[in-house]
Every structure is written in structure tokens, then in C-alpha cells.
Nanobody, 122 residues
Framework: VQLVESGGGLVQAGGSLRLSCAASGTIFSINSMGWFRQAVGKERELVAVISSRGVTDYGDSVKGRFTISRDDGKNTLYLQMNDLKPEATAMYYC?????????????????WGQGTQVTVSS
């Protein structure tokens, strides 16, 4: 299984970015997927997750501003990030799990991408 993230970059506070995660080597449509992030000096945290049927959940700090989605035809996961704040600066990782339902626990994710850096300037 290979997960490749893209779309990170430098953006000003209040701006938007859309991250993508291209998956291969797995039956994408049956797996739940998630976005996590890790800032320097901090633990990795959940950003958003989506089940195989499109049920979503979000970390409290991003609710109402970030949207996770998936295109099973393209084997791609997305994260639309709006109204970005400097505290969103982190490496963002996508991950997949063999489970099909919403999975909030990081340890339940089996495969991880290499990450894409998001930097939000104030």
C-alpha cells in the first residue's frame, strides 16, 4: 500500500489549501481514511477521518473550517482547509485502515504516507 500526499505549502492566515492523498495497492473504496498532523515538538493529532461510506468526523480545532472527502474512482482522499490559522502549521499525513467504519484511534491505522508540510504565516 502506498499513500502519497500533496498540496501542502505556505499560506497566509485566513487562506485556504487543499491537500490530496493518492492511494495505490489497496481496495480504496472499502477502507476508512484519515488525516493527521504533527507540529514540531507536539504529538501527532487527528484532523479528520472518513469511513468507506462517507461518514466523517473532525478534531475539535478544525470543525467548521476543514472538510474531508474522498473520490473512490480516483483512489484519492482530500482535505479542504479554509480559514487557516498559524497553529495549523504542521506536517500533514494521510493514513488508511483495514476497517470500514469511522476510526478515531491513530493506532488502528495500518499505512501512512510520508506527509506534506503546511505552514501558515501570521
Amino acid at each position: 500500500v502506498q499513500l502519497v500526499e500533496s498540496g501542502g505549502g505556505l499560506v497566509q492566515a485566513g487562506g485556504s489549501l487543499r491537500l490530496s492523498c493518492a492511494a495505490s495497492g489497496t481496495i480504496f473504496s472499502i477502507n476508512s481514511m484519515g488525516w493527521f498532523r504533527q507540529a514540531v515538538g507536539k504529538e501527532r493529532e487527528l484532523v479528520a477521518v472518513i469511513s468507506s461510506r462517507g461518514v466523517t468526523d473532525y478534531g475539535d480545532s478544525v470543525k467548521g473550517r476543514f472538510t474531508i472527502s474522498r473520490d473512490d474512482g480516483k483512489n484519492t482522499l482530500y482535505l479542504q482547509m479554509n480559514d487557516l490559522k498559524p497553529e495549523a502549521t504542521a506536517m500533514y499525513y494521510c493514513a488508511t485502515t483495514i476497517h470500514s467504519l469511522v476510526v478515531l484511534t491513530e493506532s488502528e491505522y495500518d499505512y501512512w504516507g510520508q506527509g506534506t508540510q503546511v505552514t501558515v504565516s501570521s
